[in-house]
């Protein structure tokens, strides 16, 4: 069999052609190599606190890709998704702690239950627009963050819920690597559905209302129906990874789950770039990274003599340097990191040759 590898044209002779996830067979080869290296090599080769770090960067992303979807593919804009990050952990942590419902089934109800309170407060987008649906969604946050705090009966309060040993099929997850397998399968699985999403005709018609709503619903789309879908979707993704971050910490309180986590989502989509699921992941990847340089310099250099005073400065920066890199990605490049990864694969793509 001949491997179709870097055709020198456009050979598609077909619309299923247009719409392959691969264009050619080096995309493929190298997507198996990646698997190959993510599942039997990279587990083994990090430690403890890199499995640790990917483990997060992982449930982050799941969550970044679903807020991508809403914005950046639907155009609508929402200040709530940490709130829908933390509704997803609650109800896996209720329903472990409470019901006894097995991890997986908890996992998949937190983010059933998730999409159903996204539907809730995507309602106002069918009447609300730009700044006005932001404000709606920001008042979600709030009202969500409320009830984390104050419905002690259900949440535990500020107390929280400490979450039984997560368990599949009679096997506990002991430790960082068995949870690494469990987030990085969601993650895959995550990204293919998000993919093959978009290239259904509920992508296309999100992309439509995102470039104009008007003329989408001239052309026929039910634009509050598809709002609400991909509202439905997002919080789908929040609520799943959030159960899973839930499962994965062992305890929840309502403190993670504030207005600076709805921030840090946006951040990722931004600095990854709006309207792309790779974008989603550089995000994730980016942010995460950042909160644990960030934290890590602030603790070494409180261990140095006459430099506590500094560290306590910069531990509480983190939102100055959300902010000044994010007006810096959309100064120099709004496209985000997702557009310096096309530039480099075309420059792959070309050489020798830079025409």
């Known amino acids: 069999m001949k491997l179709r590898l870097r055709p020198c044209g456009n050979y598609k002779e077909s619309y299923f052609e247009e719409l392959a996830i691969f264009e050619t067979d080096f995309g493929r080869v190298w997507t198996v190599i990646g698997l190959i290296l993510l599942f039997f090599v990279i587990p083994f080769v990090f430690g403890s606190y890199g499995l640790y770090v990917l483990n997060h960067v992982g449930i982050y992303a799941i969550a970044a890709v679903g807020l991508n979807i809403l914005i950046g593919f639907t155009g609508q804009i929402s200040l709530g998704h940490g709130a829908f990050f933390g509704v997803g952990a609650y109800t896996c942590a209720i329903l472990m702690t409470r019901l006894g419902v097995p991890f997986i089934l908890a996992v998949i109800c937190g983010g059933i239950m998730t999409a159903l309170v996204g539907l809730i407060f995507g309602i106002p987008s069918s009447r609300l627009k730009h700044l006005y649906l932001t404000i709606s969604t920001l008042a979600g946050q709030f ?72 003329a989408a619903e001239g052309m026929g789309i039910p634009i509050f129906r598809y709002k609400l879908l991909s509202f439905g979707i997002s919080s789908f993704y929040a609520g799943f990874a959030g159960a899973l971050w839930a499962a994965y910490t062992g305890s929840i309180t309502p403190e993670p789950f504030t207005f600076l986590l709805s921030i840090e989502f946006i951040a990722m989509i931004i600095i990854g770039g709006l309207g792309s699921i790779t974008g989603s992941v550089f995000g994730a990847t980016f942010i995460t990274l950042l909160n644990e340089l960030l934290s890590q310099l602030a603790t070494y250099l409180m261990n140095l003599k ?50």
């Open 306 to 355: 006459g430099l506590a005073g500094v560290a306590m400065t910069i531990a509480p920066l983190r939102e100055f340097f959300f902010g000044l890199i994010i007006v810096l990605f959309l100064i120099f490049e709004p496209k985000g990191l997702a557009e310096v990864w096309r530039i480099v694969k075309s420059s792959f793509k070309l050489w020798p040759f830079s025409y």
């Open 143 to 214: 009202i969500l963050e409320y009830i984390f705090v104050h419905w002690k009966s259900l949440t535990g309060g500020t107390e929280g819920i400490i979450l039984p040993k997560a368990t599949i099929f009679g096997f506990t997850l002991k430790g960082d690597r068995a949870f690494f397998y469990v987030i990085f399968i969601c993650f895959v699985l995550f990204l293919w559905l998000a993919k093959n999403i978009i290239r259904t005709r509920y992508g296309r018609a999100f992309i439509a209302i995102r470039d104009n709503d008007q």
